[in-house]
Structures are given as structure tokens and as C-alpha cells.
């Protein structure tokens, strides 16, 4: 693959420290990084005020359950700017559509979004999973000082929740199944510098130049 462009999808259980392996493997490999900056980008294409994307942010709407419950994946089609400008689903095929269009002009990281499925069948495609043990996850939370000592653990299952949900409901896969990615890595002892060597290392034995 050396030459040749890469893309790595990173999926990642909440405090495994998945943003940062992300973005500092993007950094050694000298390539593009995105997250939440996806959606900011996007507003500024589509003219859609930025604060309306929060609705697209791995939530999966209000008709989560009525969806999940009849297994219907919504369409991939077009971004719609009529009525339903908004809505959930339109948001995810707008963020559908740049991350393909980021993967079809460079090499780059792209953090959740269930890039891996939007990508699909893309040569130099290379999905990631990160997981790590509760206690861990617990300690890289509460560094953030984000929630209070007892909400800590509460919350990591809220995002976990909502990162499946969201995952399942426009995929209709579990965000779980190791079918879906072809490197899952255990962050608990190896931490991120561990997750980006190991990741560093497969670019390297399927032929990418990883620097």
C-alpha cells in the first residue's frame, strides 16, 4: 500500500482513549485527523448553522427505538434540503457524504461516525476498534474532570449506550462484532502510545509506508 492512500476508521468504547490514539497517530503519520470537526465542516458546505449538527452527534434520534425495533437502516441517498433539513437522518447522510469525499482526496483518521460502514469496500480502507477495561476507562474520565465522582461510571455507560444505538440504527450492525474491523486493540496496559505503535505496526505488515 505504500503510495498509496490510507484511511483509518478508529470505533472506540468511551474512555479507551480512542480520540487521542487517533489523533496523535494521525499526527506521526503526517495525515488529516477528524472528529466532531466533520460536522463543522459540513455545516459550513450545506449553509446549515452548526448548532443544529449537535442532533447528529452519535445520537440516534427520537425515533431510536421504533427504527432499531424494525431493523430498517435508512437510505444512503442524497442530502435533502427541504422539510427535513435537520432531521437525524439527513444530518448523517450530509456527514455521510464529506467523509467519502475526505477518503476519495487524502489519507486521514477519521473518529467514530460509523465511518467504517460509510466506507465500506474503499481500497486503503483500515477499520479500528478500541476497547479497554472499566477501571481504566474510569481513571481517563476522571482526569477530564467532566462529571462528578458518582456520575463517572453512569455516564461512560450512557455514551457506550448511545454510541451502539446510533451505530446499529444507521448500519444495522452491532458496534460490538469484531467482523467489523480488522485491528481491535485492548488500550487497559498498552495506553495510547501502546494502541498507536500496534497500529503503526499493521500499516507496516499490510504494506503501508507508516513514517
Not at 442532533?55 to 427535513?84: Q, V, W
Amino acid at each position: 500500500m505504500e503510495g498509496k492512500k490510507v484511511v483509518i476508521t478508529i470505533g472506540r468504547q468511551y474512555g479507551s482513549g480512542g480520540a487521542e490514539t487517533g489523533k496523535r497517530l494521525a499526527q506521526e503519520l503526517g495525515i488529516g485527523f477528524y472528529d466532531k470537526n466533520i460536522l463543522r465542516m459540513n455545516s459550513d458546505e450545506s449553509g446549515i448553522k452548526e448548532s443544529y449538527f449537535h442532533l447528529a452527534d452519535e445520537k440516534a434520534g427520537n425515533r431510536l427505538l421504533y427504527r432499531i425495533i424494525s431493523s430498517l437502516t435508512p437510505e444512503m441517498g442524497t442530502p435533502s434540503f427541504g422539510s427535513d433539513l435537520i432531521s437525524a437522518d439527513n444530518l448523517f447522510r450530509f456527514q455521510s457524504e464529506v467523509i467519502r469525499k475526505l477518503a476519495a482526496e487524502e489519507s486521514c483518521v477519521i473518529i467514530g461516525r460509523c465511518a467504517d460502514y460509510v466506507l465500506s469496500g474503499m481500497e486503503g480502507l483500515v477499520r479500528v476498534h478500541l476497547f479497554a477495561d472499566m477501571k481504566v476507562r474510569e481513571a481517563r474520565i476522571r482526569e477530564k474532570e467532566l462529571y462528578a465522582e458518582k456520575e463517572i461510571v453512569k455516564n461512560i455507560k450512557r455514551i457506550d449506550r448511545e454510541r451502539r444505538d446510533y451505530y446499529r440504527y444507521y448500519t444495522g450492525r452491532d458496534w460490538e462484532d469484531f467482523e467489523n474491523y480488522d485491528l481491535i486493540i485492548n488500550t487497559s496496559k498498552i495506553g495510547v502510545d501502546g494502541a498507536v505503535k500496534i497500529i503503526k505496526n499493521y500499516l507496516s505488515v499490510i504494506g503501508y509506508d507508516a513514517g
